[in-house]
């Protein structure tokens, strides 16, 4: 029987969401990769039981997560029930509806018709009363907006969710989601956009969108899925995410990729750090940005994105050379 480390509270910082009433853990785990119906149980299990047990209260879930489409939320239900219903209280679970789910017109996008049937679906599969945060997954420019967020006020209000989140919505797109949500009486609590070192759009806009308007931000994929680490740098394992060529491909690690890697490496050896470490605390470093949504393939990659925490500072120097880096401007030889 899992019992839950009784310090796991002790070391996790959390970071409030907006100007709302929940915090979060500053470092989240995603079940987007690695938690299907065709991934090892007993490895999903055991991430989950250590992320908990280091105080990572959130797990982030979508209908379609496995695969096959369903089954990460089914893994999750299954261990759920096994080790985590005394601690539900404990957690924040959130789904999504948005990307393609069912066959037919209404298994997909912003419809109402789609978020709340898939809600109902991905409560059944986890064997929830609630999720903690139910999101729209993306815009749908052939919805109204009033009709998708109208969806998730009538999840919060019927009691399928606590809270109501958008993801990869751009910063106009927020603002007047914002809005929207304001108006009908359930606050958007958080903003789910893609940022890491690779991936700078939420600073042209929208994170500055979230502060003015009281939002948290959990930011996703901040190791750019793996390639911010030190993972492909001697080549491509056979049992990493590229190694699968669909979501990361191949093909984008090209020499120009690795000799930025190399370099943001060597900064990270500096720091003390991982690649992957800094990676984390390079996002993390923006007050803006309530939590770090990471993904995992093994228990030890969980412990190392926690021990970023131990340094979140930058010094202006580091973040130039970092920047410089990114730009291709400074190089590996120069990143001493
Ligand atoms: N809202 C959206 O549209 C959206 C889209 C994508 C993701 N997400 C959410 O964000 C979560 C995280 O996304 P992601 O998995 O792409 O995040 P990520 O943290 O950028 O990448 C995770 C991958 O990086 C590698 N990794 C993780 N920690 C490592 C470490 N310490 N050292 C070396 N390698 C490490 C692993 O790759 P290997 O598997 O190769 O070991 C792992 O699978 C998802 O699970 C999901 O919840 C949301």
């Given at each position: 029987m899992?019992?839950?480390?009784d310090?796991r509270y002790?070391?996790?910082?959390?970071?409030?969401?907006g100007?709302?009433g929940?915090?979060?853990?500053?470092?989240?785990?995603?079940?987007?990769h690695?938690?299907?119906?065709?991934?090892n149980?007993?490895?999903?299990?055991?991430?989950?039981?250590?992320a908990?047990?280091?105080?990572?209260?959130?797990?982030?879930?979508?209908n379609?997560?496995?695969?096959p489409?369903?089954?990460?939320?089914?893994?999750?239900?299954?261990?759920?029930?096994?080790?985590?219903?005394?601690?539900?209280?404990?957690?924040?679970?959130?789904?999504k509806?948005?990307?393609?789910?069912?066959?037919?017109?209404?298994?997909?996008?912003?419809?109402r018709?789609?978020?709340?049937?898939?809600?109902?679906?991905?409560?059944?599969?986890?064997?929830?009363?609630?999720v903690?945060?139910?999101?729209?997954?993306?815009?749908?420019?052939d919805?109204?907006?009033?009709?998708?967020l109208?969806?998730?006020?009538t999840?919060?209000?019927?009691g399928?969710?606590?809270?109501a989140?958008?993801?990869a919505?751009?910063?106009?797109?927020?603002?007047?989601a914002i809005?929207?949500?304001r108006?009908?009486?359930?606050?958007?609590?958080?903003h789910?956009?893609k940022?890491?070192?690779?991936?700078?759009?939420?600073?042209?806009?929208?994170?500055?969108v979230?502060?003015?308007?009281?939002?948290?931000?959990?930011?996703f994929?901040?190791?750019?899925?793996?390639?911010?680490?030190?993972?492909?740098?001697?080549?491509?394992?056979?049992?990493?995410?590229?190694?699968?060529?669909?979501?990361l491909?191949?093909?984008?690690?090209?020499?120009?990729k690795?000799?930025?890697?190399?370099?943001?490496?060597?900064?990270?050896?500096?720091r003390?750090?991982t690649?992957?470490?800094?990676?984390?605390?390079?996002?993390l470093?923006?007050?803006?940005v309530t939590?770090?949504?990471v993904?995992?393939?093994?228990?030890?990659?969980?412990?190392?994105?926690v021990?970023?925490?131990?340094?979140?500072?930058?010094?202006?120097?580091?973040?130039?050379?970092?920047?410089?880096?990114?730009?291709?401007?400074?190089s590996?030889?120069s990143?001493?």
């Amino acid at each position: 029987m899992y019992v839950a480390d009784d310090k796991r509270y002790d070391a996790m910082q959390y970071r409030r969401s907006g100007r709302s009433g929940i915090k979060l853990p500053a470092i989240s785990l995603g079940l987007w990769h690695n938690f299907g119906g065709v991934d090892n149980f007993e490895n999903s299990r055991a991430m989950l039981h250590r992320a908990f047990d280091l105080g990572i209260t959130h797990f982030d879930l979508a209908n379609n997560y496995g695969p096959p489409y369903g089954s990460a939320e089914e893994t999750f239900g299954q261990i759920l029930k096994k080790d985590f219903l005394p601690y539900r209280d404990e957690l924040m679970i959130s789904t999504k509806a948005g990307w393609d789910m069912w066959p037919g017109p209404y298994g997909n996008l912003g419809s109402r018709k789609n978020l709340l049937a898939s809600l109902d679906q991905s409560l059944k599969r986890m064997g929830l009363a609630y999720v903690d945060i139910f999101y729209h997954h993306r815009p749908d420019p052939d919805t109204p907006m009033e009709e998708s967020l109208g969806a998730l006020d009538t999840a919060v209000r019927s009691g399928r969710a606590l809270y109501a989140g958008i993801s990869a919505y751009n910063a106009e797109q927020t603002s007047e989601a914002i809005k929207i949500l304001r108006a009908l009486g359930t606050p958007c609590l958080i903003h789910q956009p893609k940022y890491s070192m690779f991936v700078r759009d939420p600073e042209q806009g929208l994170l500055d969108v979230l502060e003015k308007e009281g939002v948290g931000s959990i930011v996703f994929s901040p190791l750019a899925q793996g390639l911010l680490s030190d993972r492909y740098l001697q080549g491509i394992p056979s049992d990493s995410r590229a190694a699968r060529d669909f979501f990361l491909k191949k093909k984008d690690i090209g020499e120009g990729k690795l000799a930025k890697i190399r370099a943001l490496n060597k900064i990270a050896g500096q720091r003390g750090q991982t690649l992957a470490e800094m990676a984390v605390a390079w996002v993390l470093r923006d007050p803006r940005v309530t939590s770090a949504l990471v993904g995992t393939s093994k228990v030890s990659q969980v412990d190392d994105n926690v021990a970023a925490l131990k340094n979140l500072k930058f010094s202006a120097e580091e973040l130039r050379k970092i920047d410089g880096i990114l730009a291709g401007t400074h190089s590996s030889q120069s990143a001493r």
